[in-house]
């Protein structure tokens, strides 16, 4: 019987018959095979694992900076100026070590650092072989003049150097001209140039100037009209009310607009000019205004109309042809050209959209 046992297996003597049979013993038994079982299953998933990633992450290691999906054709947009050939030279040279599966914006941004015109690059891949790369600029507003030195700003306050100056940016004083890159110092400085950047560009080609007096910031425009923002506070809020004022047909003639309350914007005239509403009303004007004024708020008024730049040379001096003001309002949604006018300002004529009329005395 011993001999038989153990030369040969006994029919009917199986192990997984033979657990039920053994009681607990054999649940025990059961839950180590099984669990011997999984662990198995495990490690080799596991080790499996471990071997797989290696490979995939070095297969994507080379897809990745492989010739199949390298850059070579470059398509560059937002880029004008003096600088512009050497912008795209740089930002070329950068896209074409990168792939369309590898892109690194940061190298782009550090490739053109050295242009301040530069304010940010956004990168777009064109898979297999294509890259978008948008520039976006900031464009000089002022010219600062200091010692027979002269540099072009940005609206920001950066210095963008002597190439961007050009005849059509308004002057303005220094003391010093920073290095480029740098940006300018002093409030009254700084707060002309922030009020420049705001300008819309129609209006910022008639500006000649930024000065500061007894009504706070002055901006001159041509021909001597005069514009009041007094603080540089809520600059695109006096740049559509003057916008609504200098397109009203009762504004033309004025001498200045004075935008320091952007609600309660108004236009002021010459001692002895009547407003033209008074005058389509019966009044006869003593005094006629200065043609070179009318033409300049003529000129700007059938620019901003017509919703395009405004030409060099400015038209012949006549009345704009549009019958009411745009509506203006601020970002924070307040509208900026009220109806109303303070004491001592005359209203304006029935073509006004919110812009108020107010003799001077001087």
Do not use: C
């Not at 309660?264 to 006629?288: I, K, L, N």
Request: hydrophobic share 45%; charged share 15%; glycine share 12%.
């Amino acid at each position: 019987m011993d001999r038989t046992l153990a030369g040969r297996q006994v029919p009917g003597f199986h192990v997984p018959r033979l657990l039920p049979r053994l009681g607990g013993a054999g649940l025990g038994v059961r839950e180590r095979v099984s669990g011997a079982w999984r662990s198995g299953r495990r490690r080799f998933l596991l080790i499996a694992l471990a071997v797989a990633l290696p490979v995939l992450g070095g297969g994507w290691m080379w897809l990745r900076n492989s010739p199949f999906v390298s850059v070579r054709k470059v398509q560059i947009s937002g880029v004008h100026g003096p600088e512009a050939a050497a912008i795209d030279a740089a930002l070329t040279e950068a896209a074409h070590r990168m792939s369309t599966l590898h892109l690194s914006t940061s190298e782009l941004r550090a490739a053109v650092a050295q242009f301040p015109v530069v304010r940010d690059v956004r990168a777009v891949a064109r898979f297999p072989h294509g890259l978008r790369i948008i520039v976006t600029e900031q464009l000089p507003v002022a010219v600062i003049s200091a010692n027979g030195l002269r540099a072009a700003v940005a609206g920001d306050g950066m210095v963008l150097g002597p190439s961007f100056v050009s005849s059509s940016l308004p002057t303005l004083p220094a003391t010093s001209v920073p290095p480029v890159g740098m940006h300018v110092a002093g409030w009254t400085l700084g707060a002309s140039v922030s009020i420049l950047g705001a300008a819309p560009a129609p209006l910022l080609r008639y500006v000649t100037g930024v000065s500061y007096g007894a009504k706070g910031l002055d901006v001159a425009m041509r021909d001597g009209l005069n514009v009041y923002f007094g603080t540089p506070a809520r600059p695109h809020a006096k740049w559509l009310a003057l916008t609504a004022v200098l397109a009203d047909p009762s504004s033309t003639g004025a001498s200045y607009v004075d935008v320091r309350q952007p609600s309660r914007a108004a236009a002021g005239f010459p001692s002895g000019v009547v407003p033209p509403a008074q005058a389509s009303s019966g009044v006869s004007e003593s005094t006629s205004s200065s043609s070179s004024t009318e033409s300049t708020i003529a000129s700007l008024a059938a620019a901003l109309s017509a919703g395009s730049g405004v030409s060099a040379t400015a038209p012949a001096t006549s009345a704009p042809t549009n019958a009411g003001a745009p509506s203006a309002t601020s970002s924070t949604g307040e509208s900026e050209a009220s109806g109303s006018s303070s004491t001592g300002e005359a209203e304006a004529g029935s073509g006004a959209a919110g812009a108020g009329t107010e003799s001077a005395s001087g």
